[in-house]
């Protein structure tokens, strides 16, 4: 967990980070320089924004512009039906880890997989392996892994891991918790009637690594790509907010938006919008 000054800073947008998926439409570039102008303090990056380029520029980029590397996102996709395809997972989240090594992010985001027709219990078992074989490589490079469980409509081929229950049960079963823990997803998370035991259960155990904020929108159009800005939905964020805060989790509040029709509109704009979501949200505390 993460606990540092940022817990009681007066600035309106502490503990903003952006994902640029959120701003897909925009460059790497234009990411980094548009968040850091409209007063983001952190970004995570998504992979394709490593594509062509040197990772440690794109950290030093962002760094120069005064925006804190939060993540890299993602890793994961661990279950296969051959060893070959669980190998090349290995291999494929090796080369994640050095990525994130290299742009100097502190975690990788792991949205962990699944086979259709395989049982999630034979998943849940290939992602444990998964992610122990890659460890010792994460260990080195000073890279957390952060285990996203993923909404259950997602457990066929996304992710076997749907809850943070299920998640913390690989996480002990792994052994180090140091390194491997959980990035807490609203979306993904929100109906859980267990959610505010798991929340404090993870904190505690000190495996709460990131926390990610959208919303529900009813109806949706899109499992996948009709996600809602902050307070257009059915999720209490407010209400989950202050579960994680009543832990002493004081790391960003990462904004995770995959919206066809939000990536369709002017991502200035766009961007403004999110900037008075979150100060809606959070302009009477830090």
């Given at each position: 967990m993460i606990y540092d000054h940022r817990?009681?800073?007066p600035n309106p947008?502490?503990?903003l980070c952006l994902h640029t998926i959120t701003t897909k439409p925009w460059s790497t570039e234009e990411c980094i320089s548009r968040y850091s102008a409209a007063g983001v303090e952190g970004i995570t990056f998504w992979r394709y924004n490593l594509e062509g380029r040197s990772p440690s520029a794109v950290g030093r980029q962002a760094r120069e512009a005064g925006?804190?590397?939060?993540?890299l996102c993602r890793g994961g996709f661990f279950p296969g039906r051959t060893s070959i395809e669980r190998q090349a997972a290995v291999d494929e989240n090796r080369r994640c880890i050095e990525e994130a090594r290299e742009l100097g992010a502190?975690?990788?985001?792991?949205v962990c997989g699944a086979v259709p027709g395989q049982a999630l219990a034979?998943?849940?078992k290939q992602i444990a392996e998964g992610i122990a074989a890659v460890l010792p490589e994460a260990e080195a490079a000073g890279v957390k892994l952060a285990i996203e469980p993923l909404h259950p409509m997602y457990a066929d081929d996304r992710s076997a891991v749907n809850t943070m229950s299920q998640?913390?049960?690989?996480?002990?079963?792994?052994?180090?918790?140091?390194?491997?823990?959980?990035?807490?997803d609203v979306y993904h998370i929100w109906w859980d009637p267990e959610l505010e035991a798991q929340i404090q259960q993870t904190a505690e155990a000190k495996r709460l690594f990131a926390f990610h904020l959208c919303d529900w929108k009813t109806p949706t159009t899109d499992f996948l790509n009709d996600r809602g800005l902050m307070g257009e939905g059915c999720i209490p964020i407010s209400q989950i907010s202050r579960w994680v805060d009543a832990t002493g989790y004081s790391g960003m509040r990462e904004i995770e938006i995959f919206s066809n029709r939000y990536w369709a509109m002017d991502q200035a704009e766009w961007l403004s919008r999110i900037v008075q979501s979150y100060q809606s949200l959070y302009s009477s505390r830090a």
């Amino acid at each position: 967990m993460i606990y540092d000054h940022r817990m009681s800073s007066p600035n309106p947008l502490a503990r903003l980070c952006l994902h640029t998926i959120t701003t897909k439409p925009w460059s790497t570039e234009e990411c980094i320089s548009r968040y850091s102008a409209a007063g983001v303090e952190g970004i995570t990056f998504w992979r394709y924004n490593l594509e062509g380029r040197s990772p440690s520029a794109v950290g030093r980029q962002a760094r120069e512009a005064g925006l804190e590397v939060v993540s890299l996102c993602r890793g994961g996709f661990f279950p296969g039906r051959t060893s070959i395809e669980r190998q090349a997972a290995v291999d494929e989240n090796r080369r994640c880890i050095e990525e994130a090594r290299e742009l100097g992010a502190p975690h990788i985001v792991l949205v962990c997989g699944a086979v259709p027709g395989q049982a999630l219990a034979e998943s849940r078992k290939q992602i444990a392996e998964g992610i122990a074989a890659v460890l010792p490589e994460a260990e080195a490079a000073g890279v957390k892994l952060a285990i996203e469980p993923l909404h259950p409509m997602y457990a066929d081929d996304r992710s076997a891991v749907n809850t943070m229950s299920q998640a913390n049960e690989i996480c002990d079963v792994l052994g180090s918790p140091a390194m491997v823990g959980i990035a807490a997803d609203v979306y993904h998370i929100w109906w859980d009637p267990e959610l505010e035991a798991q929340i404090q259960q993870t904190a505690e155990a000190k495996r709460l690594f990131a926390f990610h904020l959208c919303d529900w929108k009813t109806p949706t159009t899109d499992f996948l790509n009709d996600r809602g800005l902050m307070g257009e939905g059915c999720i209490p964020i407010s209400q989950i907010s202050r579960w994680v805060d009543a832990t002493g989790y004081s790391g960003m509040r990462e904004i995770e938006i995959f919206s066809n029709r939000y990536w369709a509109m002017d991502q200035a704009e766009w961007l403004s919008r999110i900037v008075q979501s979150y100060q809606s949200l959070y302009s009477s505390r830090a």
